[in-house]
């Protein structure tokens, strides 16, 4: 499929986001007993565990002094706050002053809340318009319990607008990168489609990989074991995630946490599909989750390699553009344009 020279223009890199989303904003076991910290789209927003386990989302700030309430402590199903131990409800509202008079009233000060849930391993946040959080669902990743599925977990952590991300992500022609961690090649895209929700591109290419027998998960650590040889490479920007399938061995999500105009983190999730294996399936199901638990982490020098050398490139574009906002570059995959467009329809809503 090809595509005519696009020029592409840059006020892009300035949008927010769609707040009416929920956001992967941290992984489950990095809340423990101490509250979490975490920005999405410069919102401050502290993550706490109750006594039963349920996660509370406040906004990190204690409005008696403006300090963060990430450096208090969870009692119960209430944080306290550090500085002089002002207590507030899941719900946001003050219950307790230690040193309250008796001829004194609790203040009526009301901290935002956020509607927060646990799933696949994450915990998303919702920063918009509570009345729609039940309406839509955070990003479904069935592979995260399946027993057929072998995890990889990358955090990338980048200085640059998130739009730089998705662009990355949705160019498969940028293979060129990865000479020491190539995963695939010769990428081709024959089709595209998009709707106000997301864009799929759909690219052939040539794999490295082939998981179809016992000893061929050992690739993604044997770089000599590779052989290329064609697969359908399919990538989609689903607003606000990103999700691609290489073939049938390799699913990669990619959970966007944008921080602000000048700052991105994101969770990238690699699948190795383990379907080939007849007989594992057969084998009992304690087994088979001491396999998949045993070989999480098994593609993490490979992943961390890719996401190493596409910050680079990212936070480079990045500083291009800070030094000269007007400067217009070319563009020859039609894929980043619908990607745009898309960024543009979301972030307007």
Not at 7 to 35: C, M
Not at 103 to 130: A, H, M, R, S, Y
Not at 205 to 216: R, T
Request: hydrophobic share 40%.
């Amino acid at each position: 499929m090809s595509s005519p020279k696009i020029t592409f223009y840059h006020d892009i890199r300035n949008l927010g986001i769609n707040q009416n989303h929920w956001y992967a904003v941290a992984r489950s076991i990095e809340l423990k007993s101490q509250p979490l910290s975490i920005t999405l789209w410069h919102q401050p927003i502290v993550l706490y565990r109750g006594c039963n386990g349920k996660i509370y989302g406040l906004e990190d700030i204690c409005p008696h002094r403006f300090v963060k309430l990430s450096s208090g402590r969870a009692i119960a199903d209430e944080l306290e706050c550090t500085y002089h131990g002002w207590r507030f409800e899941s719900s946001g509202k003050c219950s307790h002053v230690p040193y309250l008079a008796s001829n004194q009233k609790l203040p009526t000060c009301q901290i935002q809340t956020f509607p927060v849930q646990e799933l696949n391993g994450f915990i998303w946040v919702f920063p918009g318009d509570k009345s729609l959080a039940n309406l839509v669902s955070p990003q479904l990743i069935p592979e995260w319990e399946h027993l057929n599925y072998i995890a990889t977990i990358s955090v990338i952590k980048c200085r640059a607008h998130y739009s730089y991300l998705v662009e990355n992500l949705m160019d498969m022609h940028h293979g060129h990168l990865h000479q020491n961690w190539q995963a695939w090649a010769a990428a081709e895209l024959i089709d595209l489609s998009e709707n106000d929700h997301q864009v799929d591109a759909y690219y052939q290419a040539q794999s490295y990989y082939k998981i179809d027998k016992i000893w061929s998960i050992s690739q993604l650590l044997f770089p000599a074991l590779r052989q290329l040889h064609p697969e359908p490479l399919n990538v989609s920007y689903i607003y606000p995630n990103w999700v691609s399938n290489l073939g049938k061995d390799f699913k990669i999500y990619c959970l966007l946490l944008p921080i602000n105009e000048r700052e991105t983190q994101a969770y990238l999730i690699h699948f190795t599909s383990l379907h080939a294996f007849w007989r594992l399936h057969k084998l009992p199901e304690w087994f088979r989750r001491f396999v998949k638990k045993s070989l999480f982490g098994s593609a993490q020098k490979l992943l961390d390699g890719l996401v190493q050398q596409d910050v680079e490139m990212i936070e480079e574009e990045q500083q291009a553009y800070l030094k000269n906002p007007q400067r217009r570059n070319y563009e020859l995959n039609s894929a980043l344009v619908s990607t745009q467009r898309l960024i543009r329809k979301q972030a307007i809503k």
